[in-house]
Protein backbone atom coordinates (compact mmCIF):
# COMPACT_ATOMS: atom_id res chain seq x y z
CA UNK A 1 0.00 0.00 0.00
CA UNK A 2 1.13 3.90 -0.58
CA UNK A 3 -0.26 6.38 0.76
CA UNK A 4 1.49 8.27 4.02
CA UNK A 5 3.08 5.20 5.32
CA UNK A 6 5.32 4.64 2.30
CA UNK A 7 5.76 8.65 2.68
CA UNK A 8 7.30 8.36 5.91
CA UNK A 9 10.79 8.66 5.22
CA UNK A 10 10.45 11.45 2.38
CA UNK A 11 7.31 13.75 3.75
CA UNK A 12 8.04 17.51 4.49
CA UNK A 13 6.33 19.96 6.41
CA UNK A 14 5.38 23.65 4.52
CA UNK A 15 5.46 24.81 8.37
CA UNK A 16 8.44 27.10 9.38
CA UNK A 17 10.24 25.73 11.78
CA UNK A 18 9.42 26.71 15.51
CA UNK A 19 11.51 29.52 16.09
CA UNK A 20 14.22 27.78 19.13
CA UNK A 21 17.07 29.56 20.15
CA UNK A 22 20.42 28.00 20.04
CA UNK A 23 23.06 28.76 23.17
CA UNK A 24 26.76 28.64 22.59
CA UNK A 25 27.16 25.74 24.99
CA UNK A 26 30.29 24.05 24.20
CA UNK A 27 30.19 20.16 23.47
CA UNK A 28 28.80 17.48 25.69
CA UNK A 29 27.29 20.54 27.28
CA UNK A 30 23.57 20.62 28.55
CA UNK A 31 22.19 23.48 26.48
CA UNK A 32 19.56 25.79 28.07
CA UNK A 33 16.12 24.22 27.34
CA UNK A 34 14.25 25.94 24.15
CA UNK A 35 10.92 27.12 23.53
CA UNK A 36 9.04 27.02 20.05
CA UNK A 37 5.56 28.07 19.67
CA UNK A 38 3.83 25.62 21.16
CA UNK A 39 6.47 25.32 24.41
CA UNK A 40 7.86 22.26 23.17
CA UNK A 41 10.98 21.24 25.13
CA UNK A 42 13.79 21.57 22.98
CA UNK A 43 17.44 20.46 23.71
CA UNK A 44 20.55 21.46 21.09
CA UNK A 45 22.86 18.14 21.46
CA UNK A 46 25.94 18.14 19.52
CA UNK A 47 28.23 15.37 21.23
CA UNK A 48 27.39 12.24 20.49
CA UNK A 49 28.58 11.09 24.13
CA UNK A 50 25.98 13.11 25.86
CA UNK A 51 24.52 11.56 28.53
CA UNK A 52 20.75 12.77 27.26
CA UNK A 53 21.37 10.17 24.48
CA UNK A 54 22.38 7.15 26.27
CA UNK A 55 18.87 5.49 25.50
CA UNK A 56 19.57 5.64 22.34
CA UNK A 57 22.90 3.81 22.01
CA UNK A 58 22.91 0.38 21.19
CA UNK A 59 19.87 0.14 20.03
CA UNK A 60 20.40 -3.63 18.53
CA UNK A 61 20.04 -4.41 22.44
CA UNK A 62 18.51 -1.74 24.19
CA UNK A 63 14.86 -2.64 23.52
CA UNK A 64 15.46 -6.17 24.35
CA UNK A 65 13.04 -7.25 27.46
CA UNK A 66 14.82 -6.56 30.56
CA UNK A 67 15.43 -10.14 31.67
CA UNK A 68 17.53 -10.77 28.55
CA UNK A 69 21.41 -9.65 28.88
CA UNK A 70 22.11 -6.05 28.03
CA UNK A 71 18.28 -5.38 27.56
CA UNK A 72 16.77 -2.32 29.03
CA UNK A 73 13.52 -3.19 27.85
CA UNK A 74 12.83 0.35 25.89
CA UNK A 75 10.66 0.78 23.23
CA UNK A 76 12.16 2.30 20.43
CA UNK A 77 10.20 4.00 17.65
CA UNK A 78 11.60 4.94 14.56
CA UNK A 79 10.17 7.61 11.91
CA UNK A 80 7.76 10.47 12.37
CA UNK A 81 4.60 8.19 11.39
CA UNK A 82 5.75 5.45 14.22
CA UNK A 83 6.59 8.26 16.46
CA UNK A 84 3.18 9.74 15.79
CA UNK A 85 1.20 6.33 16.58
CA UNK A 86 3.84 5.93 19.86
CA UNK A 87 2.67 9.08 21.01
CA UNK A 88 -1.31 8.28 20.51
CA UNK A 89 -0.59 4.76 22.16
CA UNK A 90 0.04 3.71 25.84
CA UNK A 91 3.23 3.35 25.42
CA UNK A 92 4.66 7.15 26.66
CA UNK A 93 7.85 8.05 25.27
CA UNK A 94 10.01 10.04 27.48
CA UNK A 95 12.63 11.81 25.09
CA UNK A 96 13.15 12.12 21.45
CA UNK A 97 16.16 12.04 19.46
CA UNK A 98 15.55 13.98 15.72
CA UNK A 99 16.65 16.28 13.40
CA UNK A 100 15.36 20.13 13.04
CA UNK A 101 13.21 18.99 9.87
CA UNK A 102 11.63 16.18 12.18
CA UNK A 103 10.96 18.51 14.83
CA UNK A 104 9.21 21.03 12.21
CA UNK A 105 7.01 17.57 11.68
CA UNK A 106 6.51 16.59 14.88
CA UNK A 107 5.90 20.13 16.32
CA UNK A 108 1.86 20.30 16.37
CA UNK A 109 2.08 16.26 18.10
CA UNK A 110 4.04 17.21 20.45
CA UNK A 111 2.69 20.45 21.83
CA UNK A 112 2.40 20.20 25.45
CA UNK A 113 3.44 16.88 25.90
CA UNK A 114 6.89 18.07 27.83
CA UNK A 115 8.26 15.39 26.13
CA UNK A 116 12.45 16.58 25.62
CA UNK A 117 12.91 16.37 21.95
CA UNK A 118 17.46 16.20 21.60
CA UNK A 119 17.67 17.90 18.40
CA UNK A 120 21.06 17.02 16.92
CA UNK A 121 22.82 16.89 13.15
CA UNK A 122 22.39 13.70 11.02
CA UNK A 123 26.10 13.06 11.97
CA UNK A 124 26.05 13.30 15.53
CA UNK A 125 22.80 11.46 15.33
CA UNK A 126 24.28 8.40 13.31
CA UNK A 127 27.55 8.78 16.14
CA UNK A 128 25.24 8.52 18.76
CA UNK A 129 23.24 5.27 17.54
CA UNK A 130 26.41 3.49 15.42
CA UNK A 131 24.74 3.53 12.34
CA UNK A 132 22.74 6.20 10.28
CA UNK A 133 19.60 6.87 10.75
CA UNK A 134 17.48 7.68 7.14
CA UNK A 135 14.16 8.46 9.16
CA UNK A 136 15.57 11.23 10.70
CA UNK A 137 14.07 10.83 14.73
CA UNK A 138 13.84 8.41 17.49
CA UNK A 139 11.69 8.10 20.66
CA UNK A 140 12.33 6.26 23.38
CA UNK A 141 9.42 4.81 25.59
CA UNK A 142 9.56 2.24 28.99
CA UNK A 143 7.25 -0.80 28.82
CA UNK A 144 3.88 -0.43 29.64
CA UNK A 145 1.87 -2.85 31.74
CA UNK A 146 1.62 -6.25 30.04
CA UNK A 147 -2.04 -7.17 29.78
CA UNK A 148 -4.27 -10.12 30.01
CA UNK A 149 -5.44 -12.75 27.42
CA UNK A 150 -8.92 -11.92 29.00
CA UNK A 151 -8.74 -8.13 28.63
CA UNK A 152 -7.65 -7.84 25.22
CA UNK A 153 -10.33 -10.33 23.79
CA UNK A 154 -13.14 -8.52 25.82
CA UNK A 155 -15.28 -7.02 23.35
CA UNK A 156 -13.44 -8.64 20.27
CA UNK A 157 -15.11 -9.75 17.18
CA UNK A 158 -12.07 -11.14 15.29
CA UNK A 159 -8.81 -11.81 17.46
CA UNK A 160 -5.72 -13.53 15.47
CA UNK A 161 -3.45 -16.49 17.77
CA UNK A 162 -0.02 -16.56 17.07
CA UNK A 163 1.86 -19.57 18.19
CA UNK A 164 5.76 -20.15 17.66
CA UNK A 165 5.56 -16.74 15.25
CA UNK A 166 9.12 -16.07 16.02
CA UNK A 167 10.18 -13.40 13.15
CA UNK A 168 10.49 -9.88 13.83
CA UNK A 169 9.77 -9.30 10.28
CA UNK A 170 6.55 -11.63 10.91
CA UNK A 171 5.73 -10.41 13.44
CA UNK A 172 5.60 -6.65 12.36
CA UNK A 173 3.84 -7.43 9.27
CA UNK A 174 0.68 -9.54 10.88
CA UNK A 175 0.66 -6.33 13.32
CA UNK A 176 0.34 -3.85 10.36
CA UNK A 177 -2.06 -6.28 8.55
CA UNK A 178 -4.40 -6.58 11.93
CA UNK A 179 -4.64 -2.85 11.95
CA UNK A 180 -5.76 -2.54 8.45
CA UNK A 181 -8.13 -5.31 8.25
CA UNK A 182 -10.17 -5.17 11.46
CA UNK A 183 -8.58 -7.73 14.09
CA UNK A 184 -9.17 -6.43 16.87
CA UNK A 185 -6.55 -8.22 18.92
CA UNK A 186 -3.48 -10.53 19.01
CA UNK A 187 -2.42 -13.08 21.33
CA UNK A 188 1.00 -14.92 21.97
CA UNK A 189 1.21 -18.34 22.28
CA UNK A 190 4.33 -20.46 22.85
CA UNK A 191 7.67 -19.38 20.85
CA UNK A 192 6.51 -16.09 19.68
CA UNK A 193 9.09 -12.96 18.49
CA UNK A 194 8.65 -10.09 21.16
CA UNK A 195 6.17 -7.46 19.71
CA UNK A 196 8.07 -4.62 21.36
CA UNK A 197 11.75 -4.83 19.59
CA UNK A 198 12.76 -2.08 17.67
CA UNK A 199 12.32 -4.10 14.01
CA UNK A 200 9.08 -5.33 14.44
CA UNK A 201 7.53 -1.67 15.86
CA UNK A 202 9.10 -0.34 12.59
CA UNK A 203 8.00 -3.35 10.02
CA UNK A 204 4.80 -2.86 11.88
CA UNK A 205 4.26 0.67 11.09
CA UNK A 206 3.54 1.73 15.05
CA UNK A 207 0.63 -0.70 14.79
CA UNK A 208 1.97 -3.28 17.01
CA UNK A 209 2.07 -0.17 19.53
CA UNK A 210 -1.94 0.51 19.05
CA UNK A 211 -3.47 -3.26 18.54
CA UNK A 212 -3.83 -4.54 21.94
CA UNK A 213 -2.15 -8.16 22.52
CA UNK A 214 -1.04 -10.28 25.43
CA UNK A 215 0.83 -13.35 25.88
CA UNK A 216 -0.73 -16.55 27.07
CA UNK A 217 0.47 -17.20 30.50
CA UNK A 218 -0.93 -21.21 29.98
CA UNK A 219 -0.81 -22.24 26.63
CA UNK A 220 -2.43 -23.59 24.95
CA UNK A 221 -5.21 -24.12 27.51
CA UNK A 222 -6.08 -20.22 26.92
CA UNK A 223 -8.08 -21.28 24.01
CA UNK A 224 -10.34 -23.07 26.17
CA UNK A 225 -11.00 -20.00 27.70
CA UNK A 226 -11.65 -18.34 24.32
CA UNK A 227 -13.82 -21.28 23.14
CA UNK A 228 -15.63 -20.72 26.46
CA UNK A 229 -16.04 -17.03 25.47
CA UNK A 230 -17.89 -17.62 22.24
CA UNK A 231 -15.07 -17.65 19.95
CA UNK A 232 -15.02 -19.90 17.45
CA UNK A 233 -11.13 -20.97 16.73
CA UNK A 234 -10.23 -21.41 12.59
CA UNK A 235 -6.44 -23.30 12.69
CA UNK A 236 -4.84 -22.30 9.56
CA UNK A 237 -3.15 -25.68 7.61
CA UNK A 238 -2.10 -26.19 4.89
CA UNK A 239 -3.48 -29.67 4.99
CA UNK A 240 -5.81 -31.11 1.84
CA UNK A 241 -8.54 -32.06 3.91
CA UNK A 242 -9.50 -28.79 5.33
CA UNK A 243 -12.20 -26.48 4.60
CA UNK A 244 -11.10 -23.58 2.13
CA UNK A 245 -10.79 -20.28 4.27
CA UNK A 246 -13.65 -18.53 2.49
CA UNK A 247 -15.91 -21.34 3.00
CA UNK A 248 -15.23 -21.86 6.60
CA UNK A 249 -15.59 -17.59 7.12
CA UNK A 250 -18.54 -17.76 5.61
CA UNK A 251 -19.97 -20.28 7.86
CA UNK A 252 -18.85 -17.93 10.70
CA UNK A 253 -19.67 -14.79 9.72
CA UNK A 254 -21.67 -13.83 12.70
CA UNK A 255 -19.76 -15.68 15.20
CA UNK A 256 -16.48 -14.27 17.45
CA UNK A 257 -13.81 -15.70 15.49
CA UNK A 258 -10.38 -16.69 16.56
CA UNK A 259 -7.71 -16.86 13.36
CA UNK A 260 -4.96 -19.25 14.60
CA UNK A 261 -1.91 -19.09 12.54
CA UNK A 262 1.51 -20.97 13.57
CA UNK A 263 5.46 -20.61 12.46
CA UNK A 264 6.67 -20.91 8.62
CA UNK A 265 7.34 -24.70 8.23
CA UNK A 266 6.12 -26.46 11.15
CA UNK A 267 2.67 -24.64 11.35
CA UNK A 268 0.34 -24.76 14.21
CA UNK A 269 1.16 -27.92 16.72
CA UNK A 270 -0.55 -30.43 17.50
CA UNK A 271 -2.25 -29.31 20.52
CA UNK A 272 -3.24 -26.45 19.37
CA UNK A 273 -4.90 -28.16 16.26
CA UNK A 274 -6.90 -30.49 18.59
CA UNK A 275 -8.25 -27.84 20.09
CA UNK A 276 -9.50 -25.72 17.58
CA UNK A 277 -12.87 -26.08 15.99
CA UNK A 278 -12.66 -26.03 12.49
CA UNK A 279 -8.75 -26.34 9.78
CA UNK A 280 -8.92 -24.25 7.13
CA UNK A 281 -6.55 -23.63 4.08
CA UNK A 282 -5.55 -21.49 1.82
CA UNK A 283 -6.40 -23.05 -2.11
CA UNK A 284 -3.15 -23.10 -3.36
CA UNK A 285 -1.99 -23.49 -6.87
CA UNK A 286 -0.28 -26.77 -7.39
CA UNK A 287 2.83 -27.44 -6.99
CA UNK A 288 2.92 -24.78 -3.41
CA UNK A 289 1.31 -26.02 -0.17
CA UNK A 290 1.63 -22.60 1.72
CA UNK A 291 2.38 -18.97 1.57
CA UNK A 292 4.41 -16.25 4.27
CA UNK A 293 2.65 -16.70 7.79
CA UNK A 294 1.80 -12.50 7.27
CA UNK A 295 0.53 -13.27 4.40
CA UNK A 296 -1.62 -15.76 5.00
CA UNK A 297 -2.93 -13.98 7.78
CA UNK A 298 -3.90 -11.66 5.59
CA UNK A 299 -6.18 -13.27 3.93
CA UNK A 300 -7.88 -14.85 6.36
CA UNK A 301 -8.19 -11.18 8.17
CA UNK A 302 -9.50 -10.22 4.77
CA UNK A 303 -12.42 -12.39 4.49
CA UNK A 304 -13.33 -11.39 8.01
CA UNK A 305 -13.70 -7.75 6.52
CA UNK A 306 -15.34 -9.09 2.95
CA UNK A 307 -18.02 -10.38 4.70
CA UNK A 308 -18.60 -7.31 6.86
CA UNK A 309 -18.04 -9.46 10.62
Not at 50 to 65: A, E, G, H, K
Amino acid sequence: MAGQEARDNGQRSARHPAQCGRSDAGPGRRRPVTVGIHGLDVQDVDDPDDPRLDDFRDLNSIDRRPDLPAGKGLVIAEGVLVVQRMLASRFNPHALLGTERRLVELEDDLAGSGVPFYRASADVMARAVGFHLNRGVLAAARRAPELTVAEVVDGARTVAVLEGVNDHENLGSIFRNAAGLGVDAVVFGSGCADPLYRRAVRVSMGHALLVPFARATNWPTELVMLKENGFRLLAMTPESKAQALAEAMTAARDERVAVLVGAEGPGLTAATLRLSDVRVRIPMSRGTDSLNVATAAALAFYERVRLGS
